[in-house]
């Protein structure tokens, strides 16, 4: 929800940004458009890491208080989560950069999200059901594509199971976390930071050679 919410409301930075009127003041300050829209992207970074914090640490914190259990695994989820919008607001950047649509800039990372989640989830399968080799292969190199948003999951669930839940439920967390799938760790992060640096090197491309 809160990722949604961040894609939502940062949705119309960019588009704003070059509409007409506003692009010639800016653009006619002694900054480059590549270091303008990049300053433009961590914005949208800033906001959402600001909202990120209240909305996780704010939760923690209630839930800590009322229930006793502090798990401090839930925050460390907040770099996961940060992390995937970095990855989705980049998408967001290059779609505004091509179609100045603020709609287009908001649908198409939540549509990236939800094709990444299908490759994703479908990938696992393949592992867990032993399917053709060649299927497994061609889901990896598809999901290098796309957001990892079913990878996110799983290291938010890696995280979350490492935290405290209480002595009540810790012999039914420890059979959870005998359950948990291998985290790619450094695929996943290779793969998100990768797709960054395209996106946003492909929006500075773009920007710099657009007539405004």
């Given at each position: 929800?809160g990722?949604?919410i961040?894609?939502?409301f940062?949705?119309?930075?960019?588009p704003?940004m070059?509409?007409?009127g506003?692009?010639?003041?800016?653009l006619?300050k002694p900054?480059?458009?590549?270091?303008?829209?990049?300053?433009?992207y961590?914005?949208?970074?800033t906001y959402?890491?600001?909202?990120?914090?209240i909305?996780?640490?704010g939760?923690?914190?209630?839930?800590s208080v009322?229930?006793g259990v502090w798990?401090w695994?839930y925050l460390?989820?907040?770099?996961?989560?940060?992390l995937?919008?970095?990855v989705?607001?980049?998408?967001?950047?290059l779609?505004?950069?091509?179609t100045?649509?603020?709609?287009a800039?908001?649908?198409?990372p939540?549509?990236a999200?939800?094709?990444?989640?299908?490759?994703?989830?479908?990938?696992r399968?393949?592992?867990a059901?032993?399917?053709?080799?060649w299927i497994?292969?061609?889901?990896?190199?598809?999901s290098?594509l796309?957001?990892?948003?079913?990878?996110i999951n799983?290291m938010?669930?890696w995280?979350?199971?490492?935290?405290?839940?209480?002595?009540?439920?810790e012999e039914t967390?420890k059979?959870?976390?005998?359950?948990?799938?291998?985290i790619?760790?450094v695929?996943?992060?290779v793969?998100?930071?990768?797709?960054?640096?395209?996106?946003?090197?492909?929006s500075?491309?773009?920007?710099s050679?657009?007539?405004?």
């Amino acid at each position: 929800a809160g990722i949604l919410i961040g894609i939502i409301f940062t949705g119309a930075l960019i588009p704003n940004m070059l509409q007409k009127g506003a692009v010639d003041v800016l653009l006619s300050k002694p900054v480059s458009r590549s270091t303008l829209l990049l300053y433009k992207y961590l914005g949208g970074i800033t906001y959402a890491a600001i909202t990120g914090a209240i909305f996780i640490g704010g939760s923690w914190l209630v839930m800590s208080v009322r229930s006793g259990v502090w798990n401090w695994g839930y925050l460390a989820t907040y770099g996961t989560l940060m992390l995937f919008f970095a990855v989705l607001y980049s998408i967001g950047t290059l779609t505004a950069m091509l179609t100045r649509s603020t709609i287009a800039a908001i649908v198409v990372p939540i549509a990236a999200w939800m094709v990444g989640l299908a490759v994703n989830t479908a990938h696992r399968a393949t592992t867990a059901f032993k399917l053709p080799g060649w299927i497994d292969t061609t889901l990896e190199g598809v999901s290098w594509l796309l957001p990892r948003a079913g990878d996110i999951n799983a290291m938010n669930s890696w995280f979350m199971l490492r935290g405290s839940f209480g002595p009540e439920v810790e012999e039914t967390v420890k059979s959870m976390q005998q359950d948990l799938p291998e985290i790619a760790w450094v695929r996943i992060l290779v793969s998100s930071g990768l797709m960054v640096v395209v996106m946003l090197s492909a929006s500075c491309w773009v920007f710099s050679r657009r007539d405004h």
